[in-house]
């Protein structure tokens, strides 16, 4: 399936910078080899997948990075152009001054010029330095200065390092802090999103202030440390793909993109993934829609990670402004 085919959406930076609305995440706990996630964006690439998630967080910015080396020098692809590459700023980065350092370090990591979208990962920063892990699981978190952070985010822009600029995990609230004194906005909003978590009002604050949501575990993703088959396994999702011919993947990748969201999938499966592309030719009934809007909400993924008495998110209210 060529790229071409896979829809794309305008996103609010200047320049007519546009986000292809199906990509591959490459997080993966526990950890694969690195040689399987080169080996997978490079079939990815092959099979027409043109946008790739990776993080300083996942440890695949580099062999995503070997993957893109060698689709070039094997004529898949003909520029670095021709793909949309998002990363992401760890907590331990998620200081003023340690954010165009962070940034650098991803490029040299990917052996990139540039990133398509720059992240902010988290909500939160941690004590500078040290193991990215151990400094969430030792707790050890300090507020975000969002606007200091978010200044610094818009100069890796201003400098070309990257094309656009947006956060991840962000609740209505705390996007509204990045918002209220940004000069450039935030272009996208990577949070959980699947027929189970459909985010309603956070998806409608988004639309209102110009902001695309990016999906992850659309399918509940069940190779990440808070996985689970509650989307696969849903009886609604599963009733509508028998009646349609369709795999529950299918049908609730469909209706991500039918509410104009971008949807990652994280699958290394061949089929899998040529299987996950096939959702631009059909539509969703009115009926089948609505079956979905009813589908009883829970959350997948509540961060308890982040919480701690001691730092600025004490409840799991506190962390996602009560949209939980």
């Not at 992850?216 to 808070?226: F, K, P």
Request: charged share 25%; hydrophobic share 40%; aromatic share 10%.
């Amino acid at each position: 399936m060529a790229s071409s085919k896979v829809p794309q959406v305008l996103l609010n930076s200047s320049g007519g910078h546009k986000m292809p609305l199906l990509g591959l995440g490459t997080a993966s706990f526990p950890l694969v080899e690195p040689q399987a996630t080169k080996s997978a964006v490079l079939q990815a690439i092959e099979l027409g997948y043109r946008h790739f998630d990776t993080a300083s967080f996942y440890l695949t910015e580099q062999p995503v990075g070997e993957a893109i080396a060698e689709a070039l020098s094997r004529g898949l692809i003909k520029s670095r152009d021709d793909l949309f590459i998002t990363s992401k700023l760890w907590c331990n980065d998620g200081h003023p001054e340690l954010v165009l350092p962070a940034l650098k370090k991803s490029l040299e990591n990917l052996k990139l010029e540039y990133l398509d979208l720059y992240l902010i990962h988290w909500p939160v920063s941690t004590k500078p330095g040290g193991s990215a892990m151990d400094r969430v699981r030792n707790r050890e978190f300090l507020p975000m200065d969002y606007t200091s952070v978010w200044k610094a985010m818009e100069e890796c822009q201003i400098f070309g390092l990257t094309k656009s600029i947006g956060v991840s995990n962000f609740s209505c609230t705390k996007l509204g802090y990045i918002l209220a004194t940004a000069k450039i906005p935030p272009a996208v909003n990577e949070v959980e999103f699947n027929p189970l978590w459909q985010q309603k009002k956070l998806m409608e604050f988004c639309k209102a202030n110009g902001v695309i949501l990016t999906a992850y575990s659309v399918l509940g993703s069940t190779g990440t440390m808070w996985g689970n088959n509650r989307v696969m396994e849903d009886k609604v999702l599963n009733q509508i793909a028998e009646a349609r011919g369709k795999s529950v993947a299918q049908v609730s990748l469909r209706w991500a993109y039918e509410q104009g969201v971008c949807a990652l999938v994280k699958s290394f499966n061949k089929e899998r993934m040529k299987e996950n592309l096939n959702i631009f030719n059909w539509t969703l009934t009115k009926e089948e829609a609505k079956k979905i809007s009813e589908i009883e909400q829970v959350r997948g993924y509540l961060g308890e990670e982040f919480i701690s008495i001691d730092g600025p998110f004490k409840t799991i209210e506190e962390l996602w402004d009560g949209e939980v």
